[in-house]
């Protein structure tokens, strides 16, 4: 018995310290922060890009590029050899630049931007005495830190750098099909190309004329991410040289061309009606006002210190395909009155879900959360984007248009459904059952409609125009997104069904934009 | 028919003690001891990385435990010791809802490798303990401060040194490392630690702990002071007006005060309560806590 005892204690301690080493020292637990990009070998040149229609520029040739010097010149001669010499003796960091932009720029500044409006997307915190300050542009590194990347401005910003991308590269590719100058590595045998090289022309290189546009663009909406974006934009250019596909004339033309249609695009941008949209406390008290004089309980932040509306009067931001008598055209009927018995029955469904909350339905709250501290819903949708668009191997100026058309359609849902939310001022199920509890965090601004449910249906609606095998793929992710608010606590089941049909709406004036595009 | 049991072993009992991972007390052999222990934590102030605020989103958040906790004494030198918690956190402000559930089940080995007179005064003790913990059920670990915990799996080692002088009085130190493993979120991506993870996949920092124990043990009481600190080796820090995440390199240094008493005339009836408070911490509320506990023990 003592030995059958000792034996056993034997075997006890034997196999855990077997199993606490295997743990401790097994499988490497790191991982990585990106999503994977294989090296982008365009499945089309898309070499008729420069005549597709421009969006904010006149013209693909509204900025000017001078002509190149001749590949039988001297000078450029000079280019080549310097490519030569500079791949005798890559180091590491210069491979891993490499190999990090041949995933495609699109969508690597996709991933960038994405990261800066997590970064960003948190709301000032309370002062001692209760109030809130303003993130301040003109003070980006303070606290609270601008901008605030809540979803209105990171729709807006995904938006204005996926055009200005987007409006580059067509005037980029203008040049490049004008001049006809191939790349180095087509041009010179003893050139090796370190990454696909395709038949594109490479004058002005897209590498520079993405890094030159979206670091303008950057430094505008993400002041404090400069030193960030530029050394990025200086990567990108470097890599393109290095691999072989530009060489240093290729670049400069393009970091001009890049930096010359931002600075037409930001004039767009630093004048639709934005940096208006916070208002005052005069207007909110009358957006309240307005709400009582039709009867209605008005919104109420539920934060504590209470705090001020997020973006009130967003609803009057410039749009990108719809005029401001089509935002209000488009706007979805008002809600249920806070006092009628459907209010009640709709409140009574988000209560009796909240308290009954299953595994699966807290999954799908959490999924699709998208939060403060998250890249926002458009961000969430520009995530399941850049996996199509990977897949798809899109061209850089055909992976632009569909961030570009992506991303319009949810700046005009975000406006319109600000428009919306802002005009009738109604009240979270929270404010009306204190009983309610969330399983995500309450958006502090009103209910009515279902801001994810707008951005969700105009973002089903243009990736199932630009991949028509997954739309019904898109359209159920659509229909989880909004439906996750439910489960969430945040949104009554009309908010939902009336923000997708608003989102419908909406999409449908940048799909008429899109159809008729020219692109192929 | 359980309390049958309970009682049966209550009954046979000799001298018995409540024991956990972290102590140097083992139960005799053959000698198994089950029971509840309750915990109810609370906190208002916590610590934003490193600086100490109160949310008036949150107000003052109530972490209650009710865990079933079993040793089992294979040998003297040899225990079992195995803990269930089922947890339920509230907030007293705000909107956000409390989350309850079944935590992680723990199972661990001690060992007490070397038992030796040291001078005249007393015994030194030379522990070993191993042990692992899991989820039990599909708690969220997304929802920080309410969540009910990680959802890692953990495997710890722990060395303990005990000397316990024949007065009565003994000094415990000891040093653990637990291996935490990844976490997996419902979301595809999430922001910590100053960047952006394209990934539902979160990896979890390590932690050490040290424990120094100053406590008195004489016929059925035990009264054991300890002061901890634990530092998790990695995760970012909640950023400005976040919420927290389940990475954030959560550290602490704690104060912790209990009283175990064993019933004179029911040996094997052990009372236990407690509390403790968080003296200093980052990426944690700074909380007080409160225990009681009844355990009942018994020779099968």
Partial sequence: MRITTRRFARRVTAASVLAAGALLTSCDKSITDLEPLPPLAAASVDATAGNWQMIVMTSPSQ?????????????????????????????????????????????????????????????????????????????????????????????????????????????????????NRASPAKVDAGIRALVPVSDLPSYPSEDAVLAGVTVAMLQTLFPAALEEATTRGADQREAALLSGKATSTDLAAGLALGRAVATLVLARMTTDGTGNAIGNATLWAAMADSARARGETPWLSLEAPVRPPMLPLFGNVRTWSMTAAEVVAVRPAAPYPTASAEMKADLAEVRRTTEKLTNEQRAIAQKWNDGAGTYTPPGHWNDIAA??????????????????????????????????????????????????????????????????????AAASDVLGYLFPSESANFRAMADEAGMSRLYGGIHYRKDIEEGKAHGDRVAAFTLRFAQSDRAP | MLYRALVLLAGTAGTAQAQSLDDAIFMDKRVLCAGLVYTREQWTDYWEGTLKRDNGNIGTVTTQQAAFMTAYGVTGRLNVIASLPYVSTRASQGVLQGQSGSQDLSVGVKYNALSTPLTSAGTLNVIGVASFSVPTSDYTADFYPMSIGSRSKRATGRALLSFQAHNGIYVNASGAYTRRGNVTLERPAYYTDGQLFLSNEVQMPDVRDMMLTVGYQRRGLVVPVTFTQQRTLGGGDIRRQDMPFVSNRMNFSRLDARVQYTLPRLPGVVLHAGGSRILDGRNVGQSTTAMVGLLLAGKL
């Fill in chain 1, 63 to 179: 900025v000017a590029v001078a002509a190149p010097t001749a590949v039988t010149s001297d000078a450029y001669k000079a280019e080549l050899a310097a490519i030569k010499v500079a791949q005798a003796s890559l180091t590491s960091a210069q491979r891993a630049k490499i190999d990090y932009w041949a995933g495609g720029g699109v969508l690597r500044w996709n991933q960038v931007l994405r990261g800066l409006v997590a970064k960003y997307n948190l709301p000032p915190a309370p002062r001692a005495d209760g109030s809130y300050v303003f993130p301040d542009a003109n003070n980006p590194f303070g606290d609270p830190a601008f901008p605030f990347a809540n979803p209105p401005y990171a729709a807006r910003a995904y938006s204005y750098i996926a055009v200005a991308q987007y409006e580059a590269l067509k005037a980029a590719w203008h040049y490049k099909y004008q001049y």
């Fill in chain 1, 387 to 456: 996996d199509h668009i990977r897949d798809a191997q899109f061209s850089e100026v055909r992976a632009a248009r569909a961030f570009a058309l992506l991303n319009m359609a949810m700046h005009d849902a975000s406006v319109a459904c600000w428009e919306a939310k802002f005009r009738y001022f109604n009240p979270r199920p929270s404010q009306l059952d204190p009983a309610i509890r969330t399983d995500i965090g309450l958006p502090n601004f009103p209910a009515y409609p279902s801001g994810h449910s707008t951005f969700s």
